[in-house]
């Protein structure tokens, strides 16, 4: 009798994620800054995307790089005496419905960079969005990453670890991670007072009051 495991990955593995460049406009010799966003299907994200589109790219400077990662979509292996299920189909139908919903949505975010004038490159990714985040700004030698926070309560935390967290500790380059105010719900009004009792370190813009974010940028992004 023969033992079969059924295949589990629809793309190949590999230690450097895969990349698609799925748009560009108006990259240039006036482009200064490469500024890195994350974006994906969250409302966080959504909401740091537009942050950053209204409050910090510059479009005589700036080139806005989107990347949207998407994981290996996987089976539950399976062993079994004299018995064989090819899941190789299914996999690959469902990462071309993932690949498809990626490019979709950079091209809804490229298309609003587009419209304010601004340089922008988009790029769907295939891997650990905390690998192929950081591998990517360590190639393009990126000036900034901006990013939503995705909240995560504390048990989901440390299981299963947070995207910003890992980034904070390992990327060199600075990094902004926007909160969407309406999730802390009716807490806020009480978050508020001791968020700014906080005390300000000049070097971590996690303690930088919002307002003061681009004026932290400017200096520390320079030095």
Not at 1 to 30: F, I, K, N, Q, W
Not at 161 to 180: A, E, F, N, Q, T
């Amino acid at each position: 009798m023969t033992t079969v495991s059924a295949p589990t990955d629809a793309v190949p593995a590999t230690t450097t994620p895969l990349d698609t460049v799925v748009h560009t406009h108006g990259e240039g010799e006036h482009v200064k800054r490469t500024m890195v966003i994350a974006v994906d299907h969250s409302k966080n994200s959504d909401v740091a995307f537009h942050w950053a589109l209204d409050n910090f790219l510059d479009a005589t400077r700036d080139v806005a790089v989107l990347l949207n990662v998407r994981s290996v979509p996987t089976a539950p292996g399976l062993v079994a005496e004299n018995f064989y299920i090819d899941f190789s189909d299914y996999l690959s139908r469902i990462e071309e419905k993932n690949r498809a919903e990626s490019h979709q949505l950079l091209h809804y975010y490229a298309d609003q960079v587009k419209a304010r004038g601004i340089a922008v490159r988009a790029v769907a990714m295939v891997g650990d969005p905390r690998e192929a985040i950081l591998s990517k700004c360590k190639e393009l030698h990126a000036d900034g990453l901006v990013m939503g926070c995705r909240g995560l309560g504390s048990v989901r935390r440390a299981f299963l670890g947070s995207v910003s967290d890992y980034l904070v500790h390992h990327i060199k380059c600075p990094i902004m991670i926007i909160r969407d105010p309406s999730s802390e719900g009716s807490s806020s009004k009480t978050a508020k007072p001791a968020a700014a009792a906080q005390k300000v370190n000049p070097t971590d813009p996690a303690t930088v009051p919002h307002s003061s974010l681009v004026d932290w940028w400017e200096k520390h992004s320079s030095e």
